[in-house]
C-alpha cells in the first residue's frame, strides 16, 4: 500500500500525520517506508537521525535512472526512511521521464516494504505527480477555515487527472480535519461543510500542543500522552485510514 500526503497548502498537518501513519503502521507490525519528499525535512527529522540523513542515499535519488536508493534505518527497527535533501526542489522542474522513473523505483521498493507513506511539500510539481502516480491512496489534512477548499481544488483536479492518465488504482481523496478548536463554532461550522462535499474521515484532530511535543521527541502523541484525548484521537483517526487501506494488523 502507497499513500501519499498531500495539500499545497503549508502548515495543516501533512507531516504530522505522516509521521503518525508511519508509526502506526510499524506498531501494526508492517514493515514501513517513509519517503520525505519536503526539502524542509520534518519528516526526516522525527523518524530519522538527521546527521546520518546527509550521508544516506536521499528521496531525490528516486528520480535518478542509476538504480534503486536504499532507504536509511529509522527511529524504530520496522521504520525505514528517504530522507529529504536540498535537492529535492530542482526535481520540480526536471522531465516528466524523471516521475516515470521515481514510480518504477517507489514500485520496486513497495516489493520490500508493504507501506509506503510518503510527505509532500507544499507544491504541485513533478514530486507531487510522481508521488500520487505512485499511490493508491491520497490522504489530505486540512484546518477547518473559511478559506481551506480553495486551494484544495487544484490538488483534487490533479489528482483526478492523474488517476484518468497515469494510475487508475488510485482512489478518491480522504480528508482529515486538523487543528480543530472544538469550542469554536465557527471550525465546527466548516468542518461539518467540508464533511458534506469530501469524504472526511472521523474523529476530527483537534489543536493541542501534545501534537507538536510528541513529535519534537520523536514519538507518536499517543506514547508521549500528556492529553490521553489528543493521544486516543490521533491513535483511532491512524487505525481508521490504515483500516480503511487494508493495513494489516499483524499484533
Ligand atoms: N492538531 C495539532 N495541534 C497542534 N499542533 C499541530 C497539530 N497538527 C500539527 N501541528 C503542528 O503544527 C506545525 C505544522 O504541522 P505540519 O508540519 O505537520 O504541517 P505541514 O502541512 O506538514 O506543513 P508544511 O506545509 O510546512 O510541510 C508543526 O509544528 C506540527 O507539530
Ligand atoms: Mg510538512
Known amino acids: 500500500m502507497i499513500v501519499t500526503v498531500a495539500n499545497h497548502k503549508g502548515g495543516v498537518g501533512k507531516t504530522a500525520l505522516a509521521a503518525h501513519l508511519v508509526f502506526r503502521a510499524a506498531e501494526r507490525g508492517n514493515k514501513v517506508l517513509a519517503v520525505d519528499f519536503d526539502a524542509q525535512g520534518n519528516l526526516t527529522g522525527t523518524l530519522a537521525d538527521r546527521g546520518r540523513a546527509l550521508k544516506a542515499d536521499g528521496a531525490e535519488r528516486l528520480f535518478a535512472a542509476d538504480g534503486v536508493p536504499v532507504p536509511m534505518s529509522g527511529v524504530e527497527p520496522d521504520i525505514?526512511?528517504?530522507p529529504a535533501t536540498a535537492a529535492l526542489n530542482a526535481t520540480d522542474r526536471g522531465p516528466l521521464s524523471q516521475a516515470f522513473t521515481a514510480i518504477g523505483h517507489l514500485k520496486a521498493l513497495h516489493g520490500?516494504?508493504?507501506i509506503i507513506v510518503i510527505d509532500t511539500a507544499p507544491a504541485i510539481g513533478l514530486r507531487l505527480t510522481a508521488a500520487l502516480a505512485a499511490s493508491?491512496?491520497?490522504?489530505?489534512?486540512?484546518q477547518p477555515e473559511s478559506y481551506a477548499v480553495d486551494g484544495v481544488a487544484s490538488l483534487l483536479a490533479e489528482a483526478v487527472s492523474i488517476s484518468e492518465h497515469m494510475n487508475p488504482n488510485l482512489a478518491p481523496a480522504e480528508f482529515v480535519i486538523n487543528?480543530?478548536?472544538?469550542?469554536?463554532?465557527?471550525?465546527?461550522?466548516?468542518?461539518?461543510?467540508l464533511a458534506q462535499q469530501f469524504k472526511v474521515r472521523t474523529p476530527y484532530l483537534r489543536r493541542a500542543i501534545a501534537v507538536a511535543d510528541a513529535l519534537a521527541v520523536k514519538r507518536p502523541v499517543w506514547r508521549n500522552p500528556t492529553n490521553s484525548t489528543v493521544a486516543n484521537e490521533w491513535a483511532v483517526l491512524c487505525d481508521e485510514l490504515l483500516d480503511a487501506f487494508g493495513v494489516v494488523d499483524w499484533r
Open 80 to 82: 525505514a526512511v528517504l
Open 112 to 114: 520490500e516494504f508493504g
Open 136 to 142: 493508491q491512496y491520497l490522504v489530505v489534512p486540512l
Open 179 to 193: 487543528a480543530i478548536h472544538p469550542r469554536a463554532r465557527q471550525h465546527a461550522a466548516t468542518a461539518k461543510r
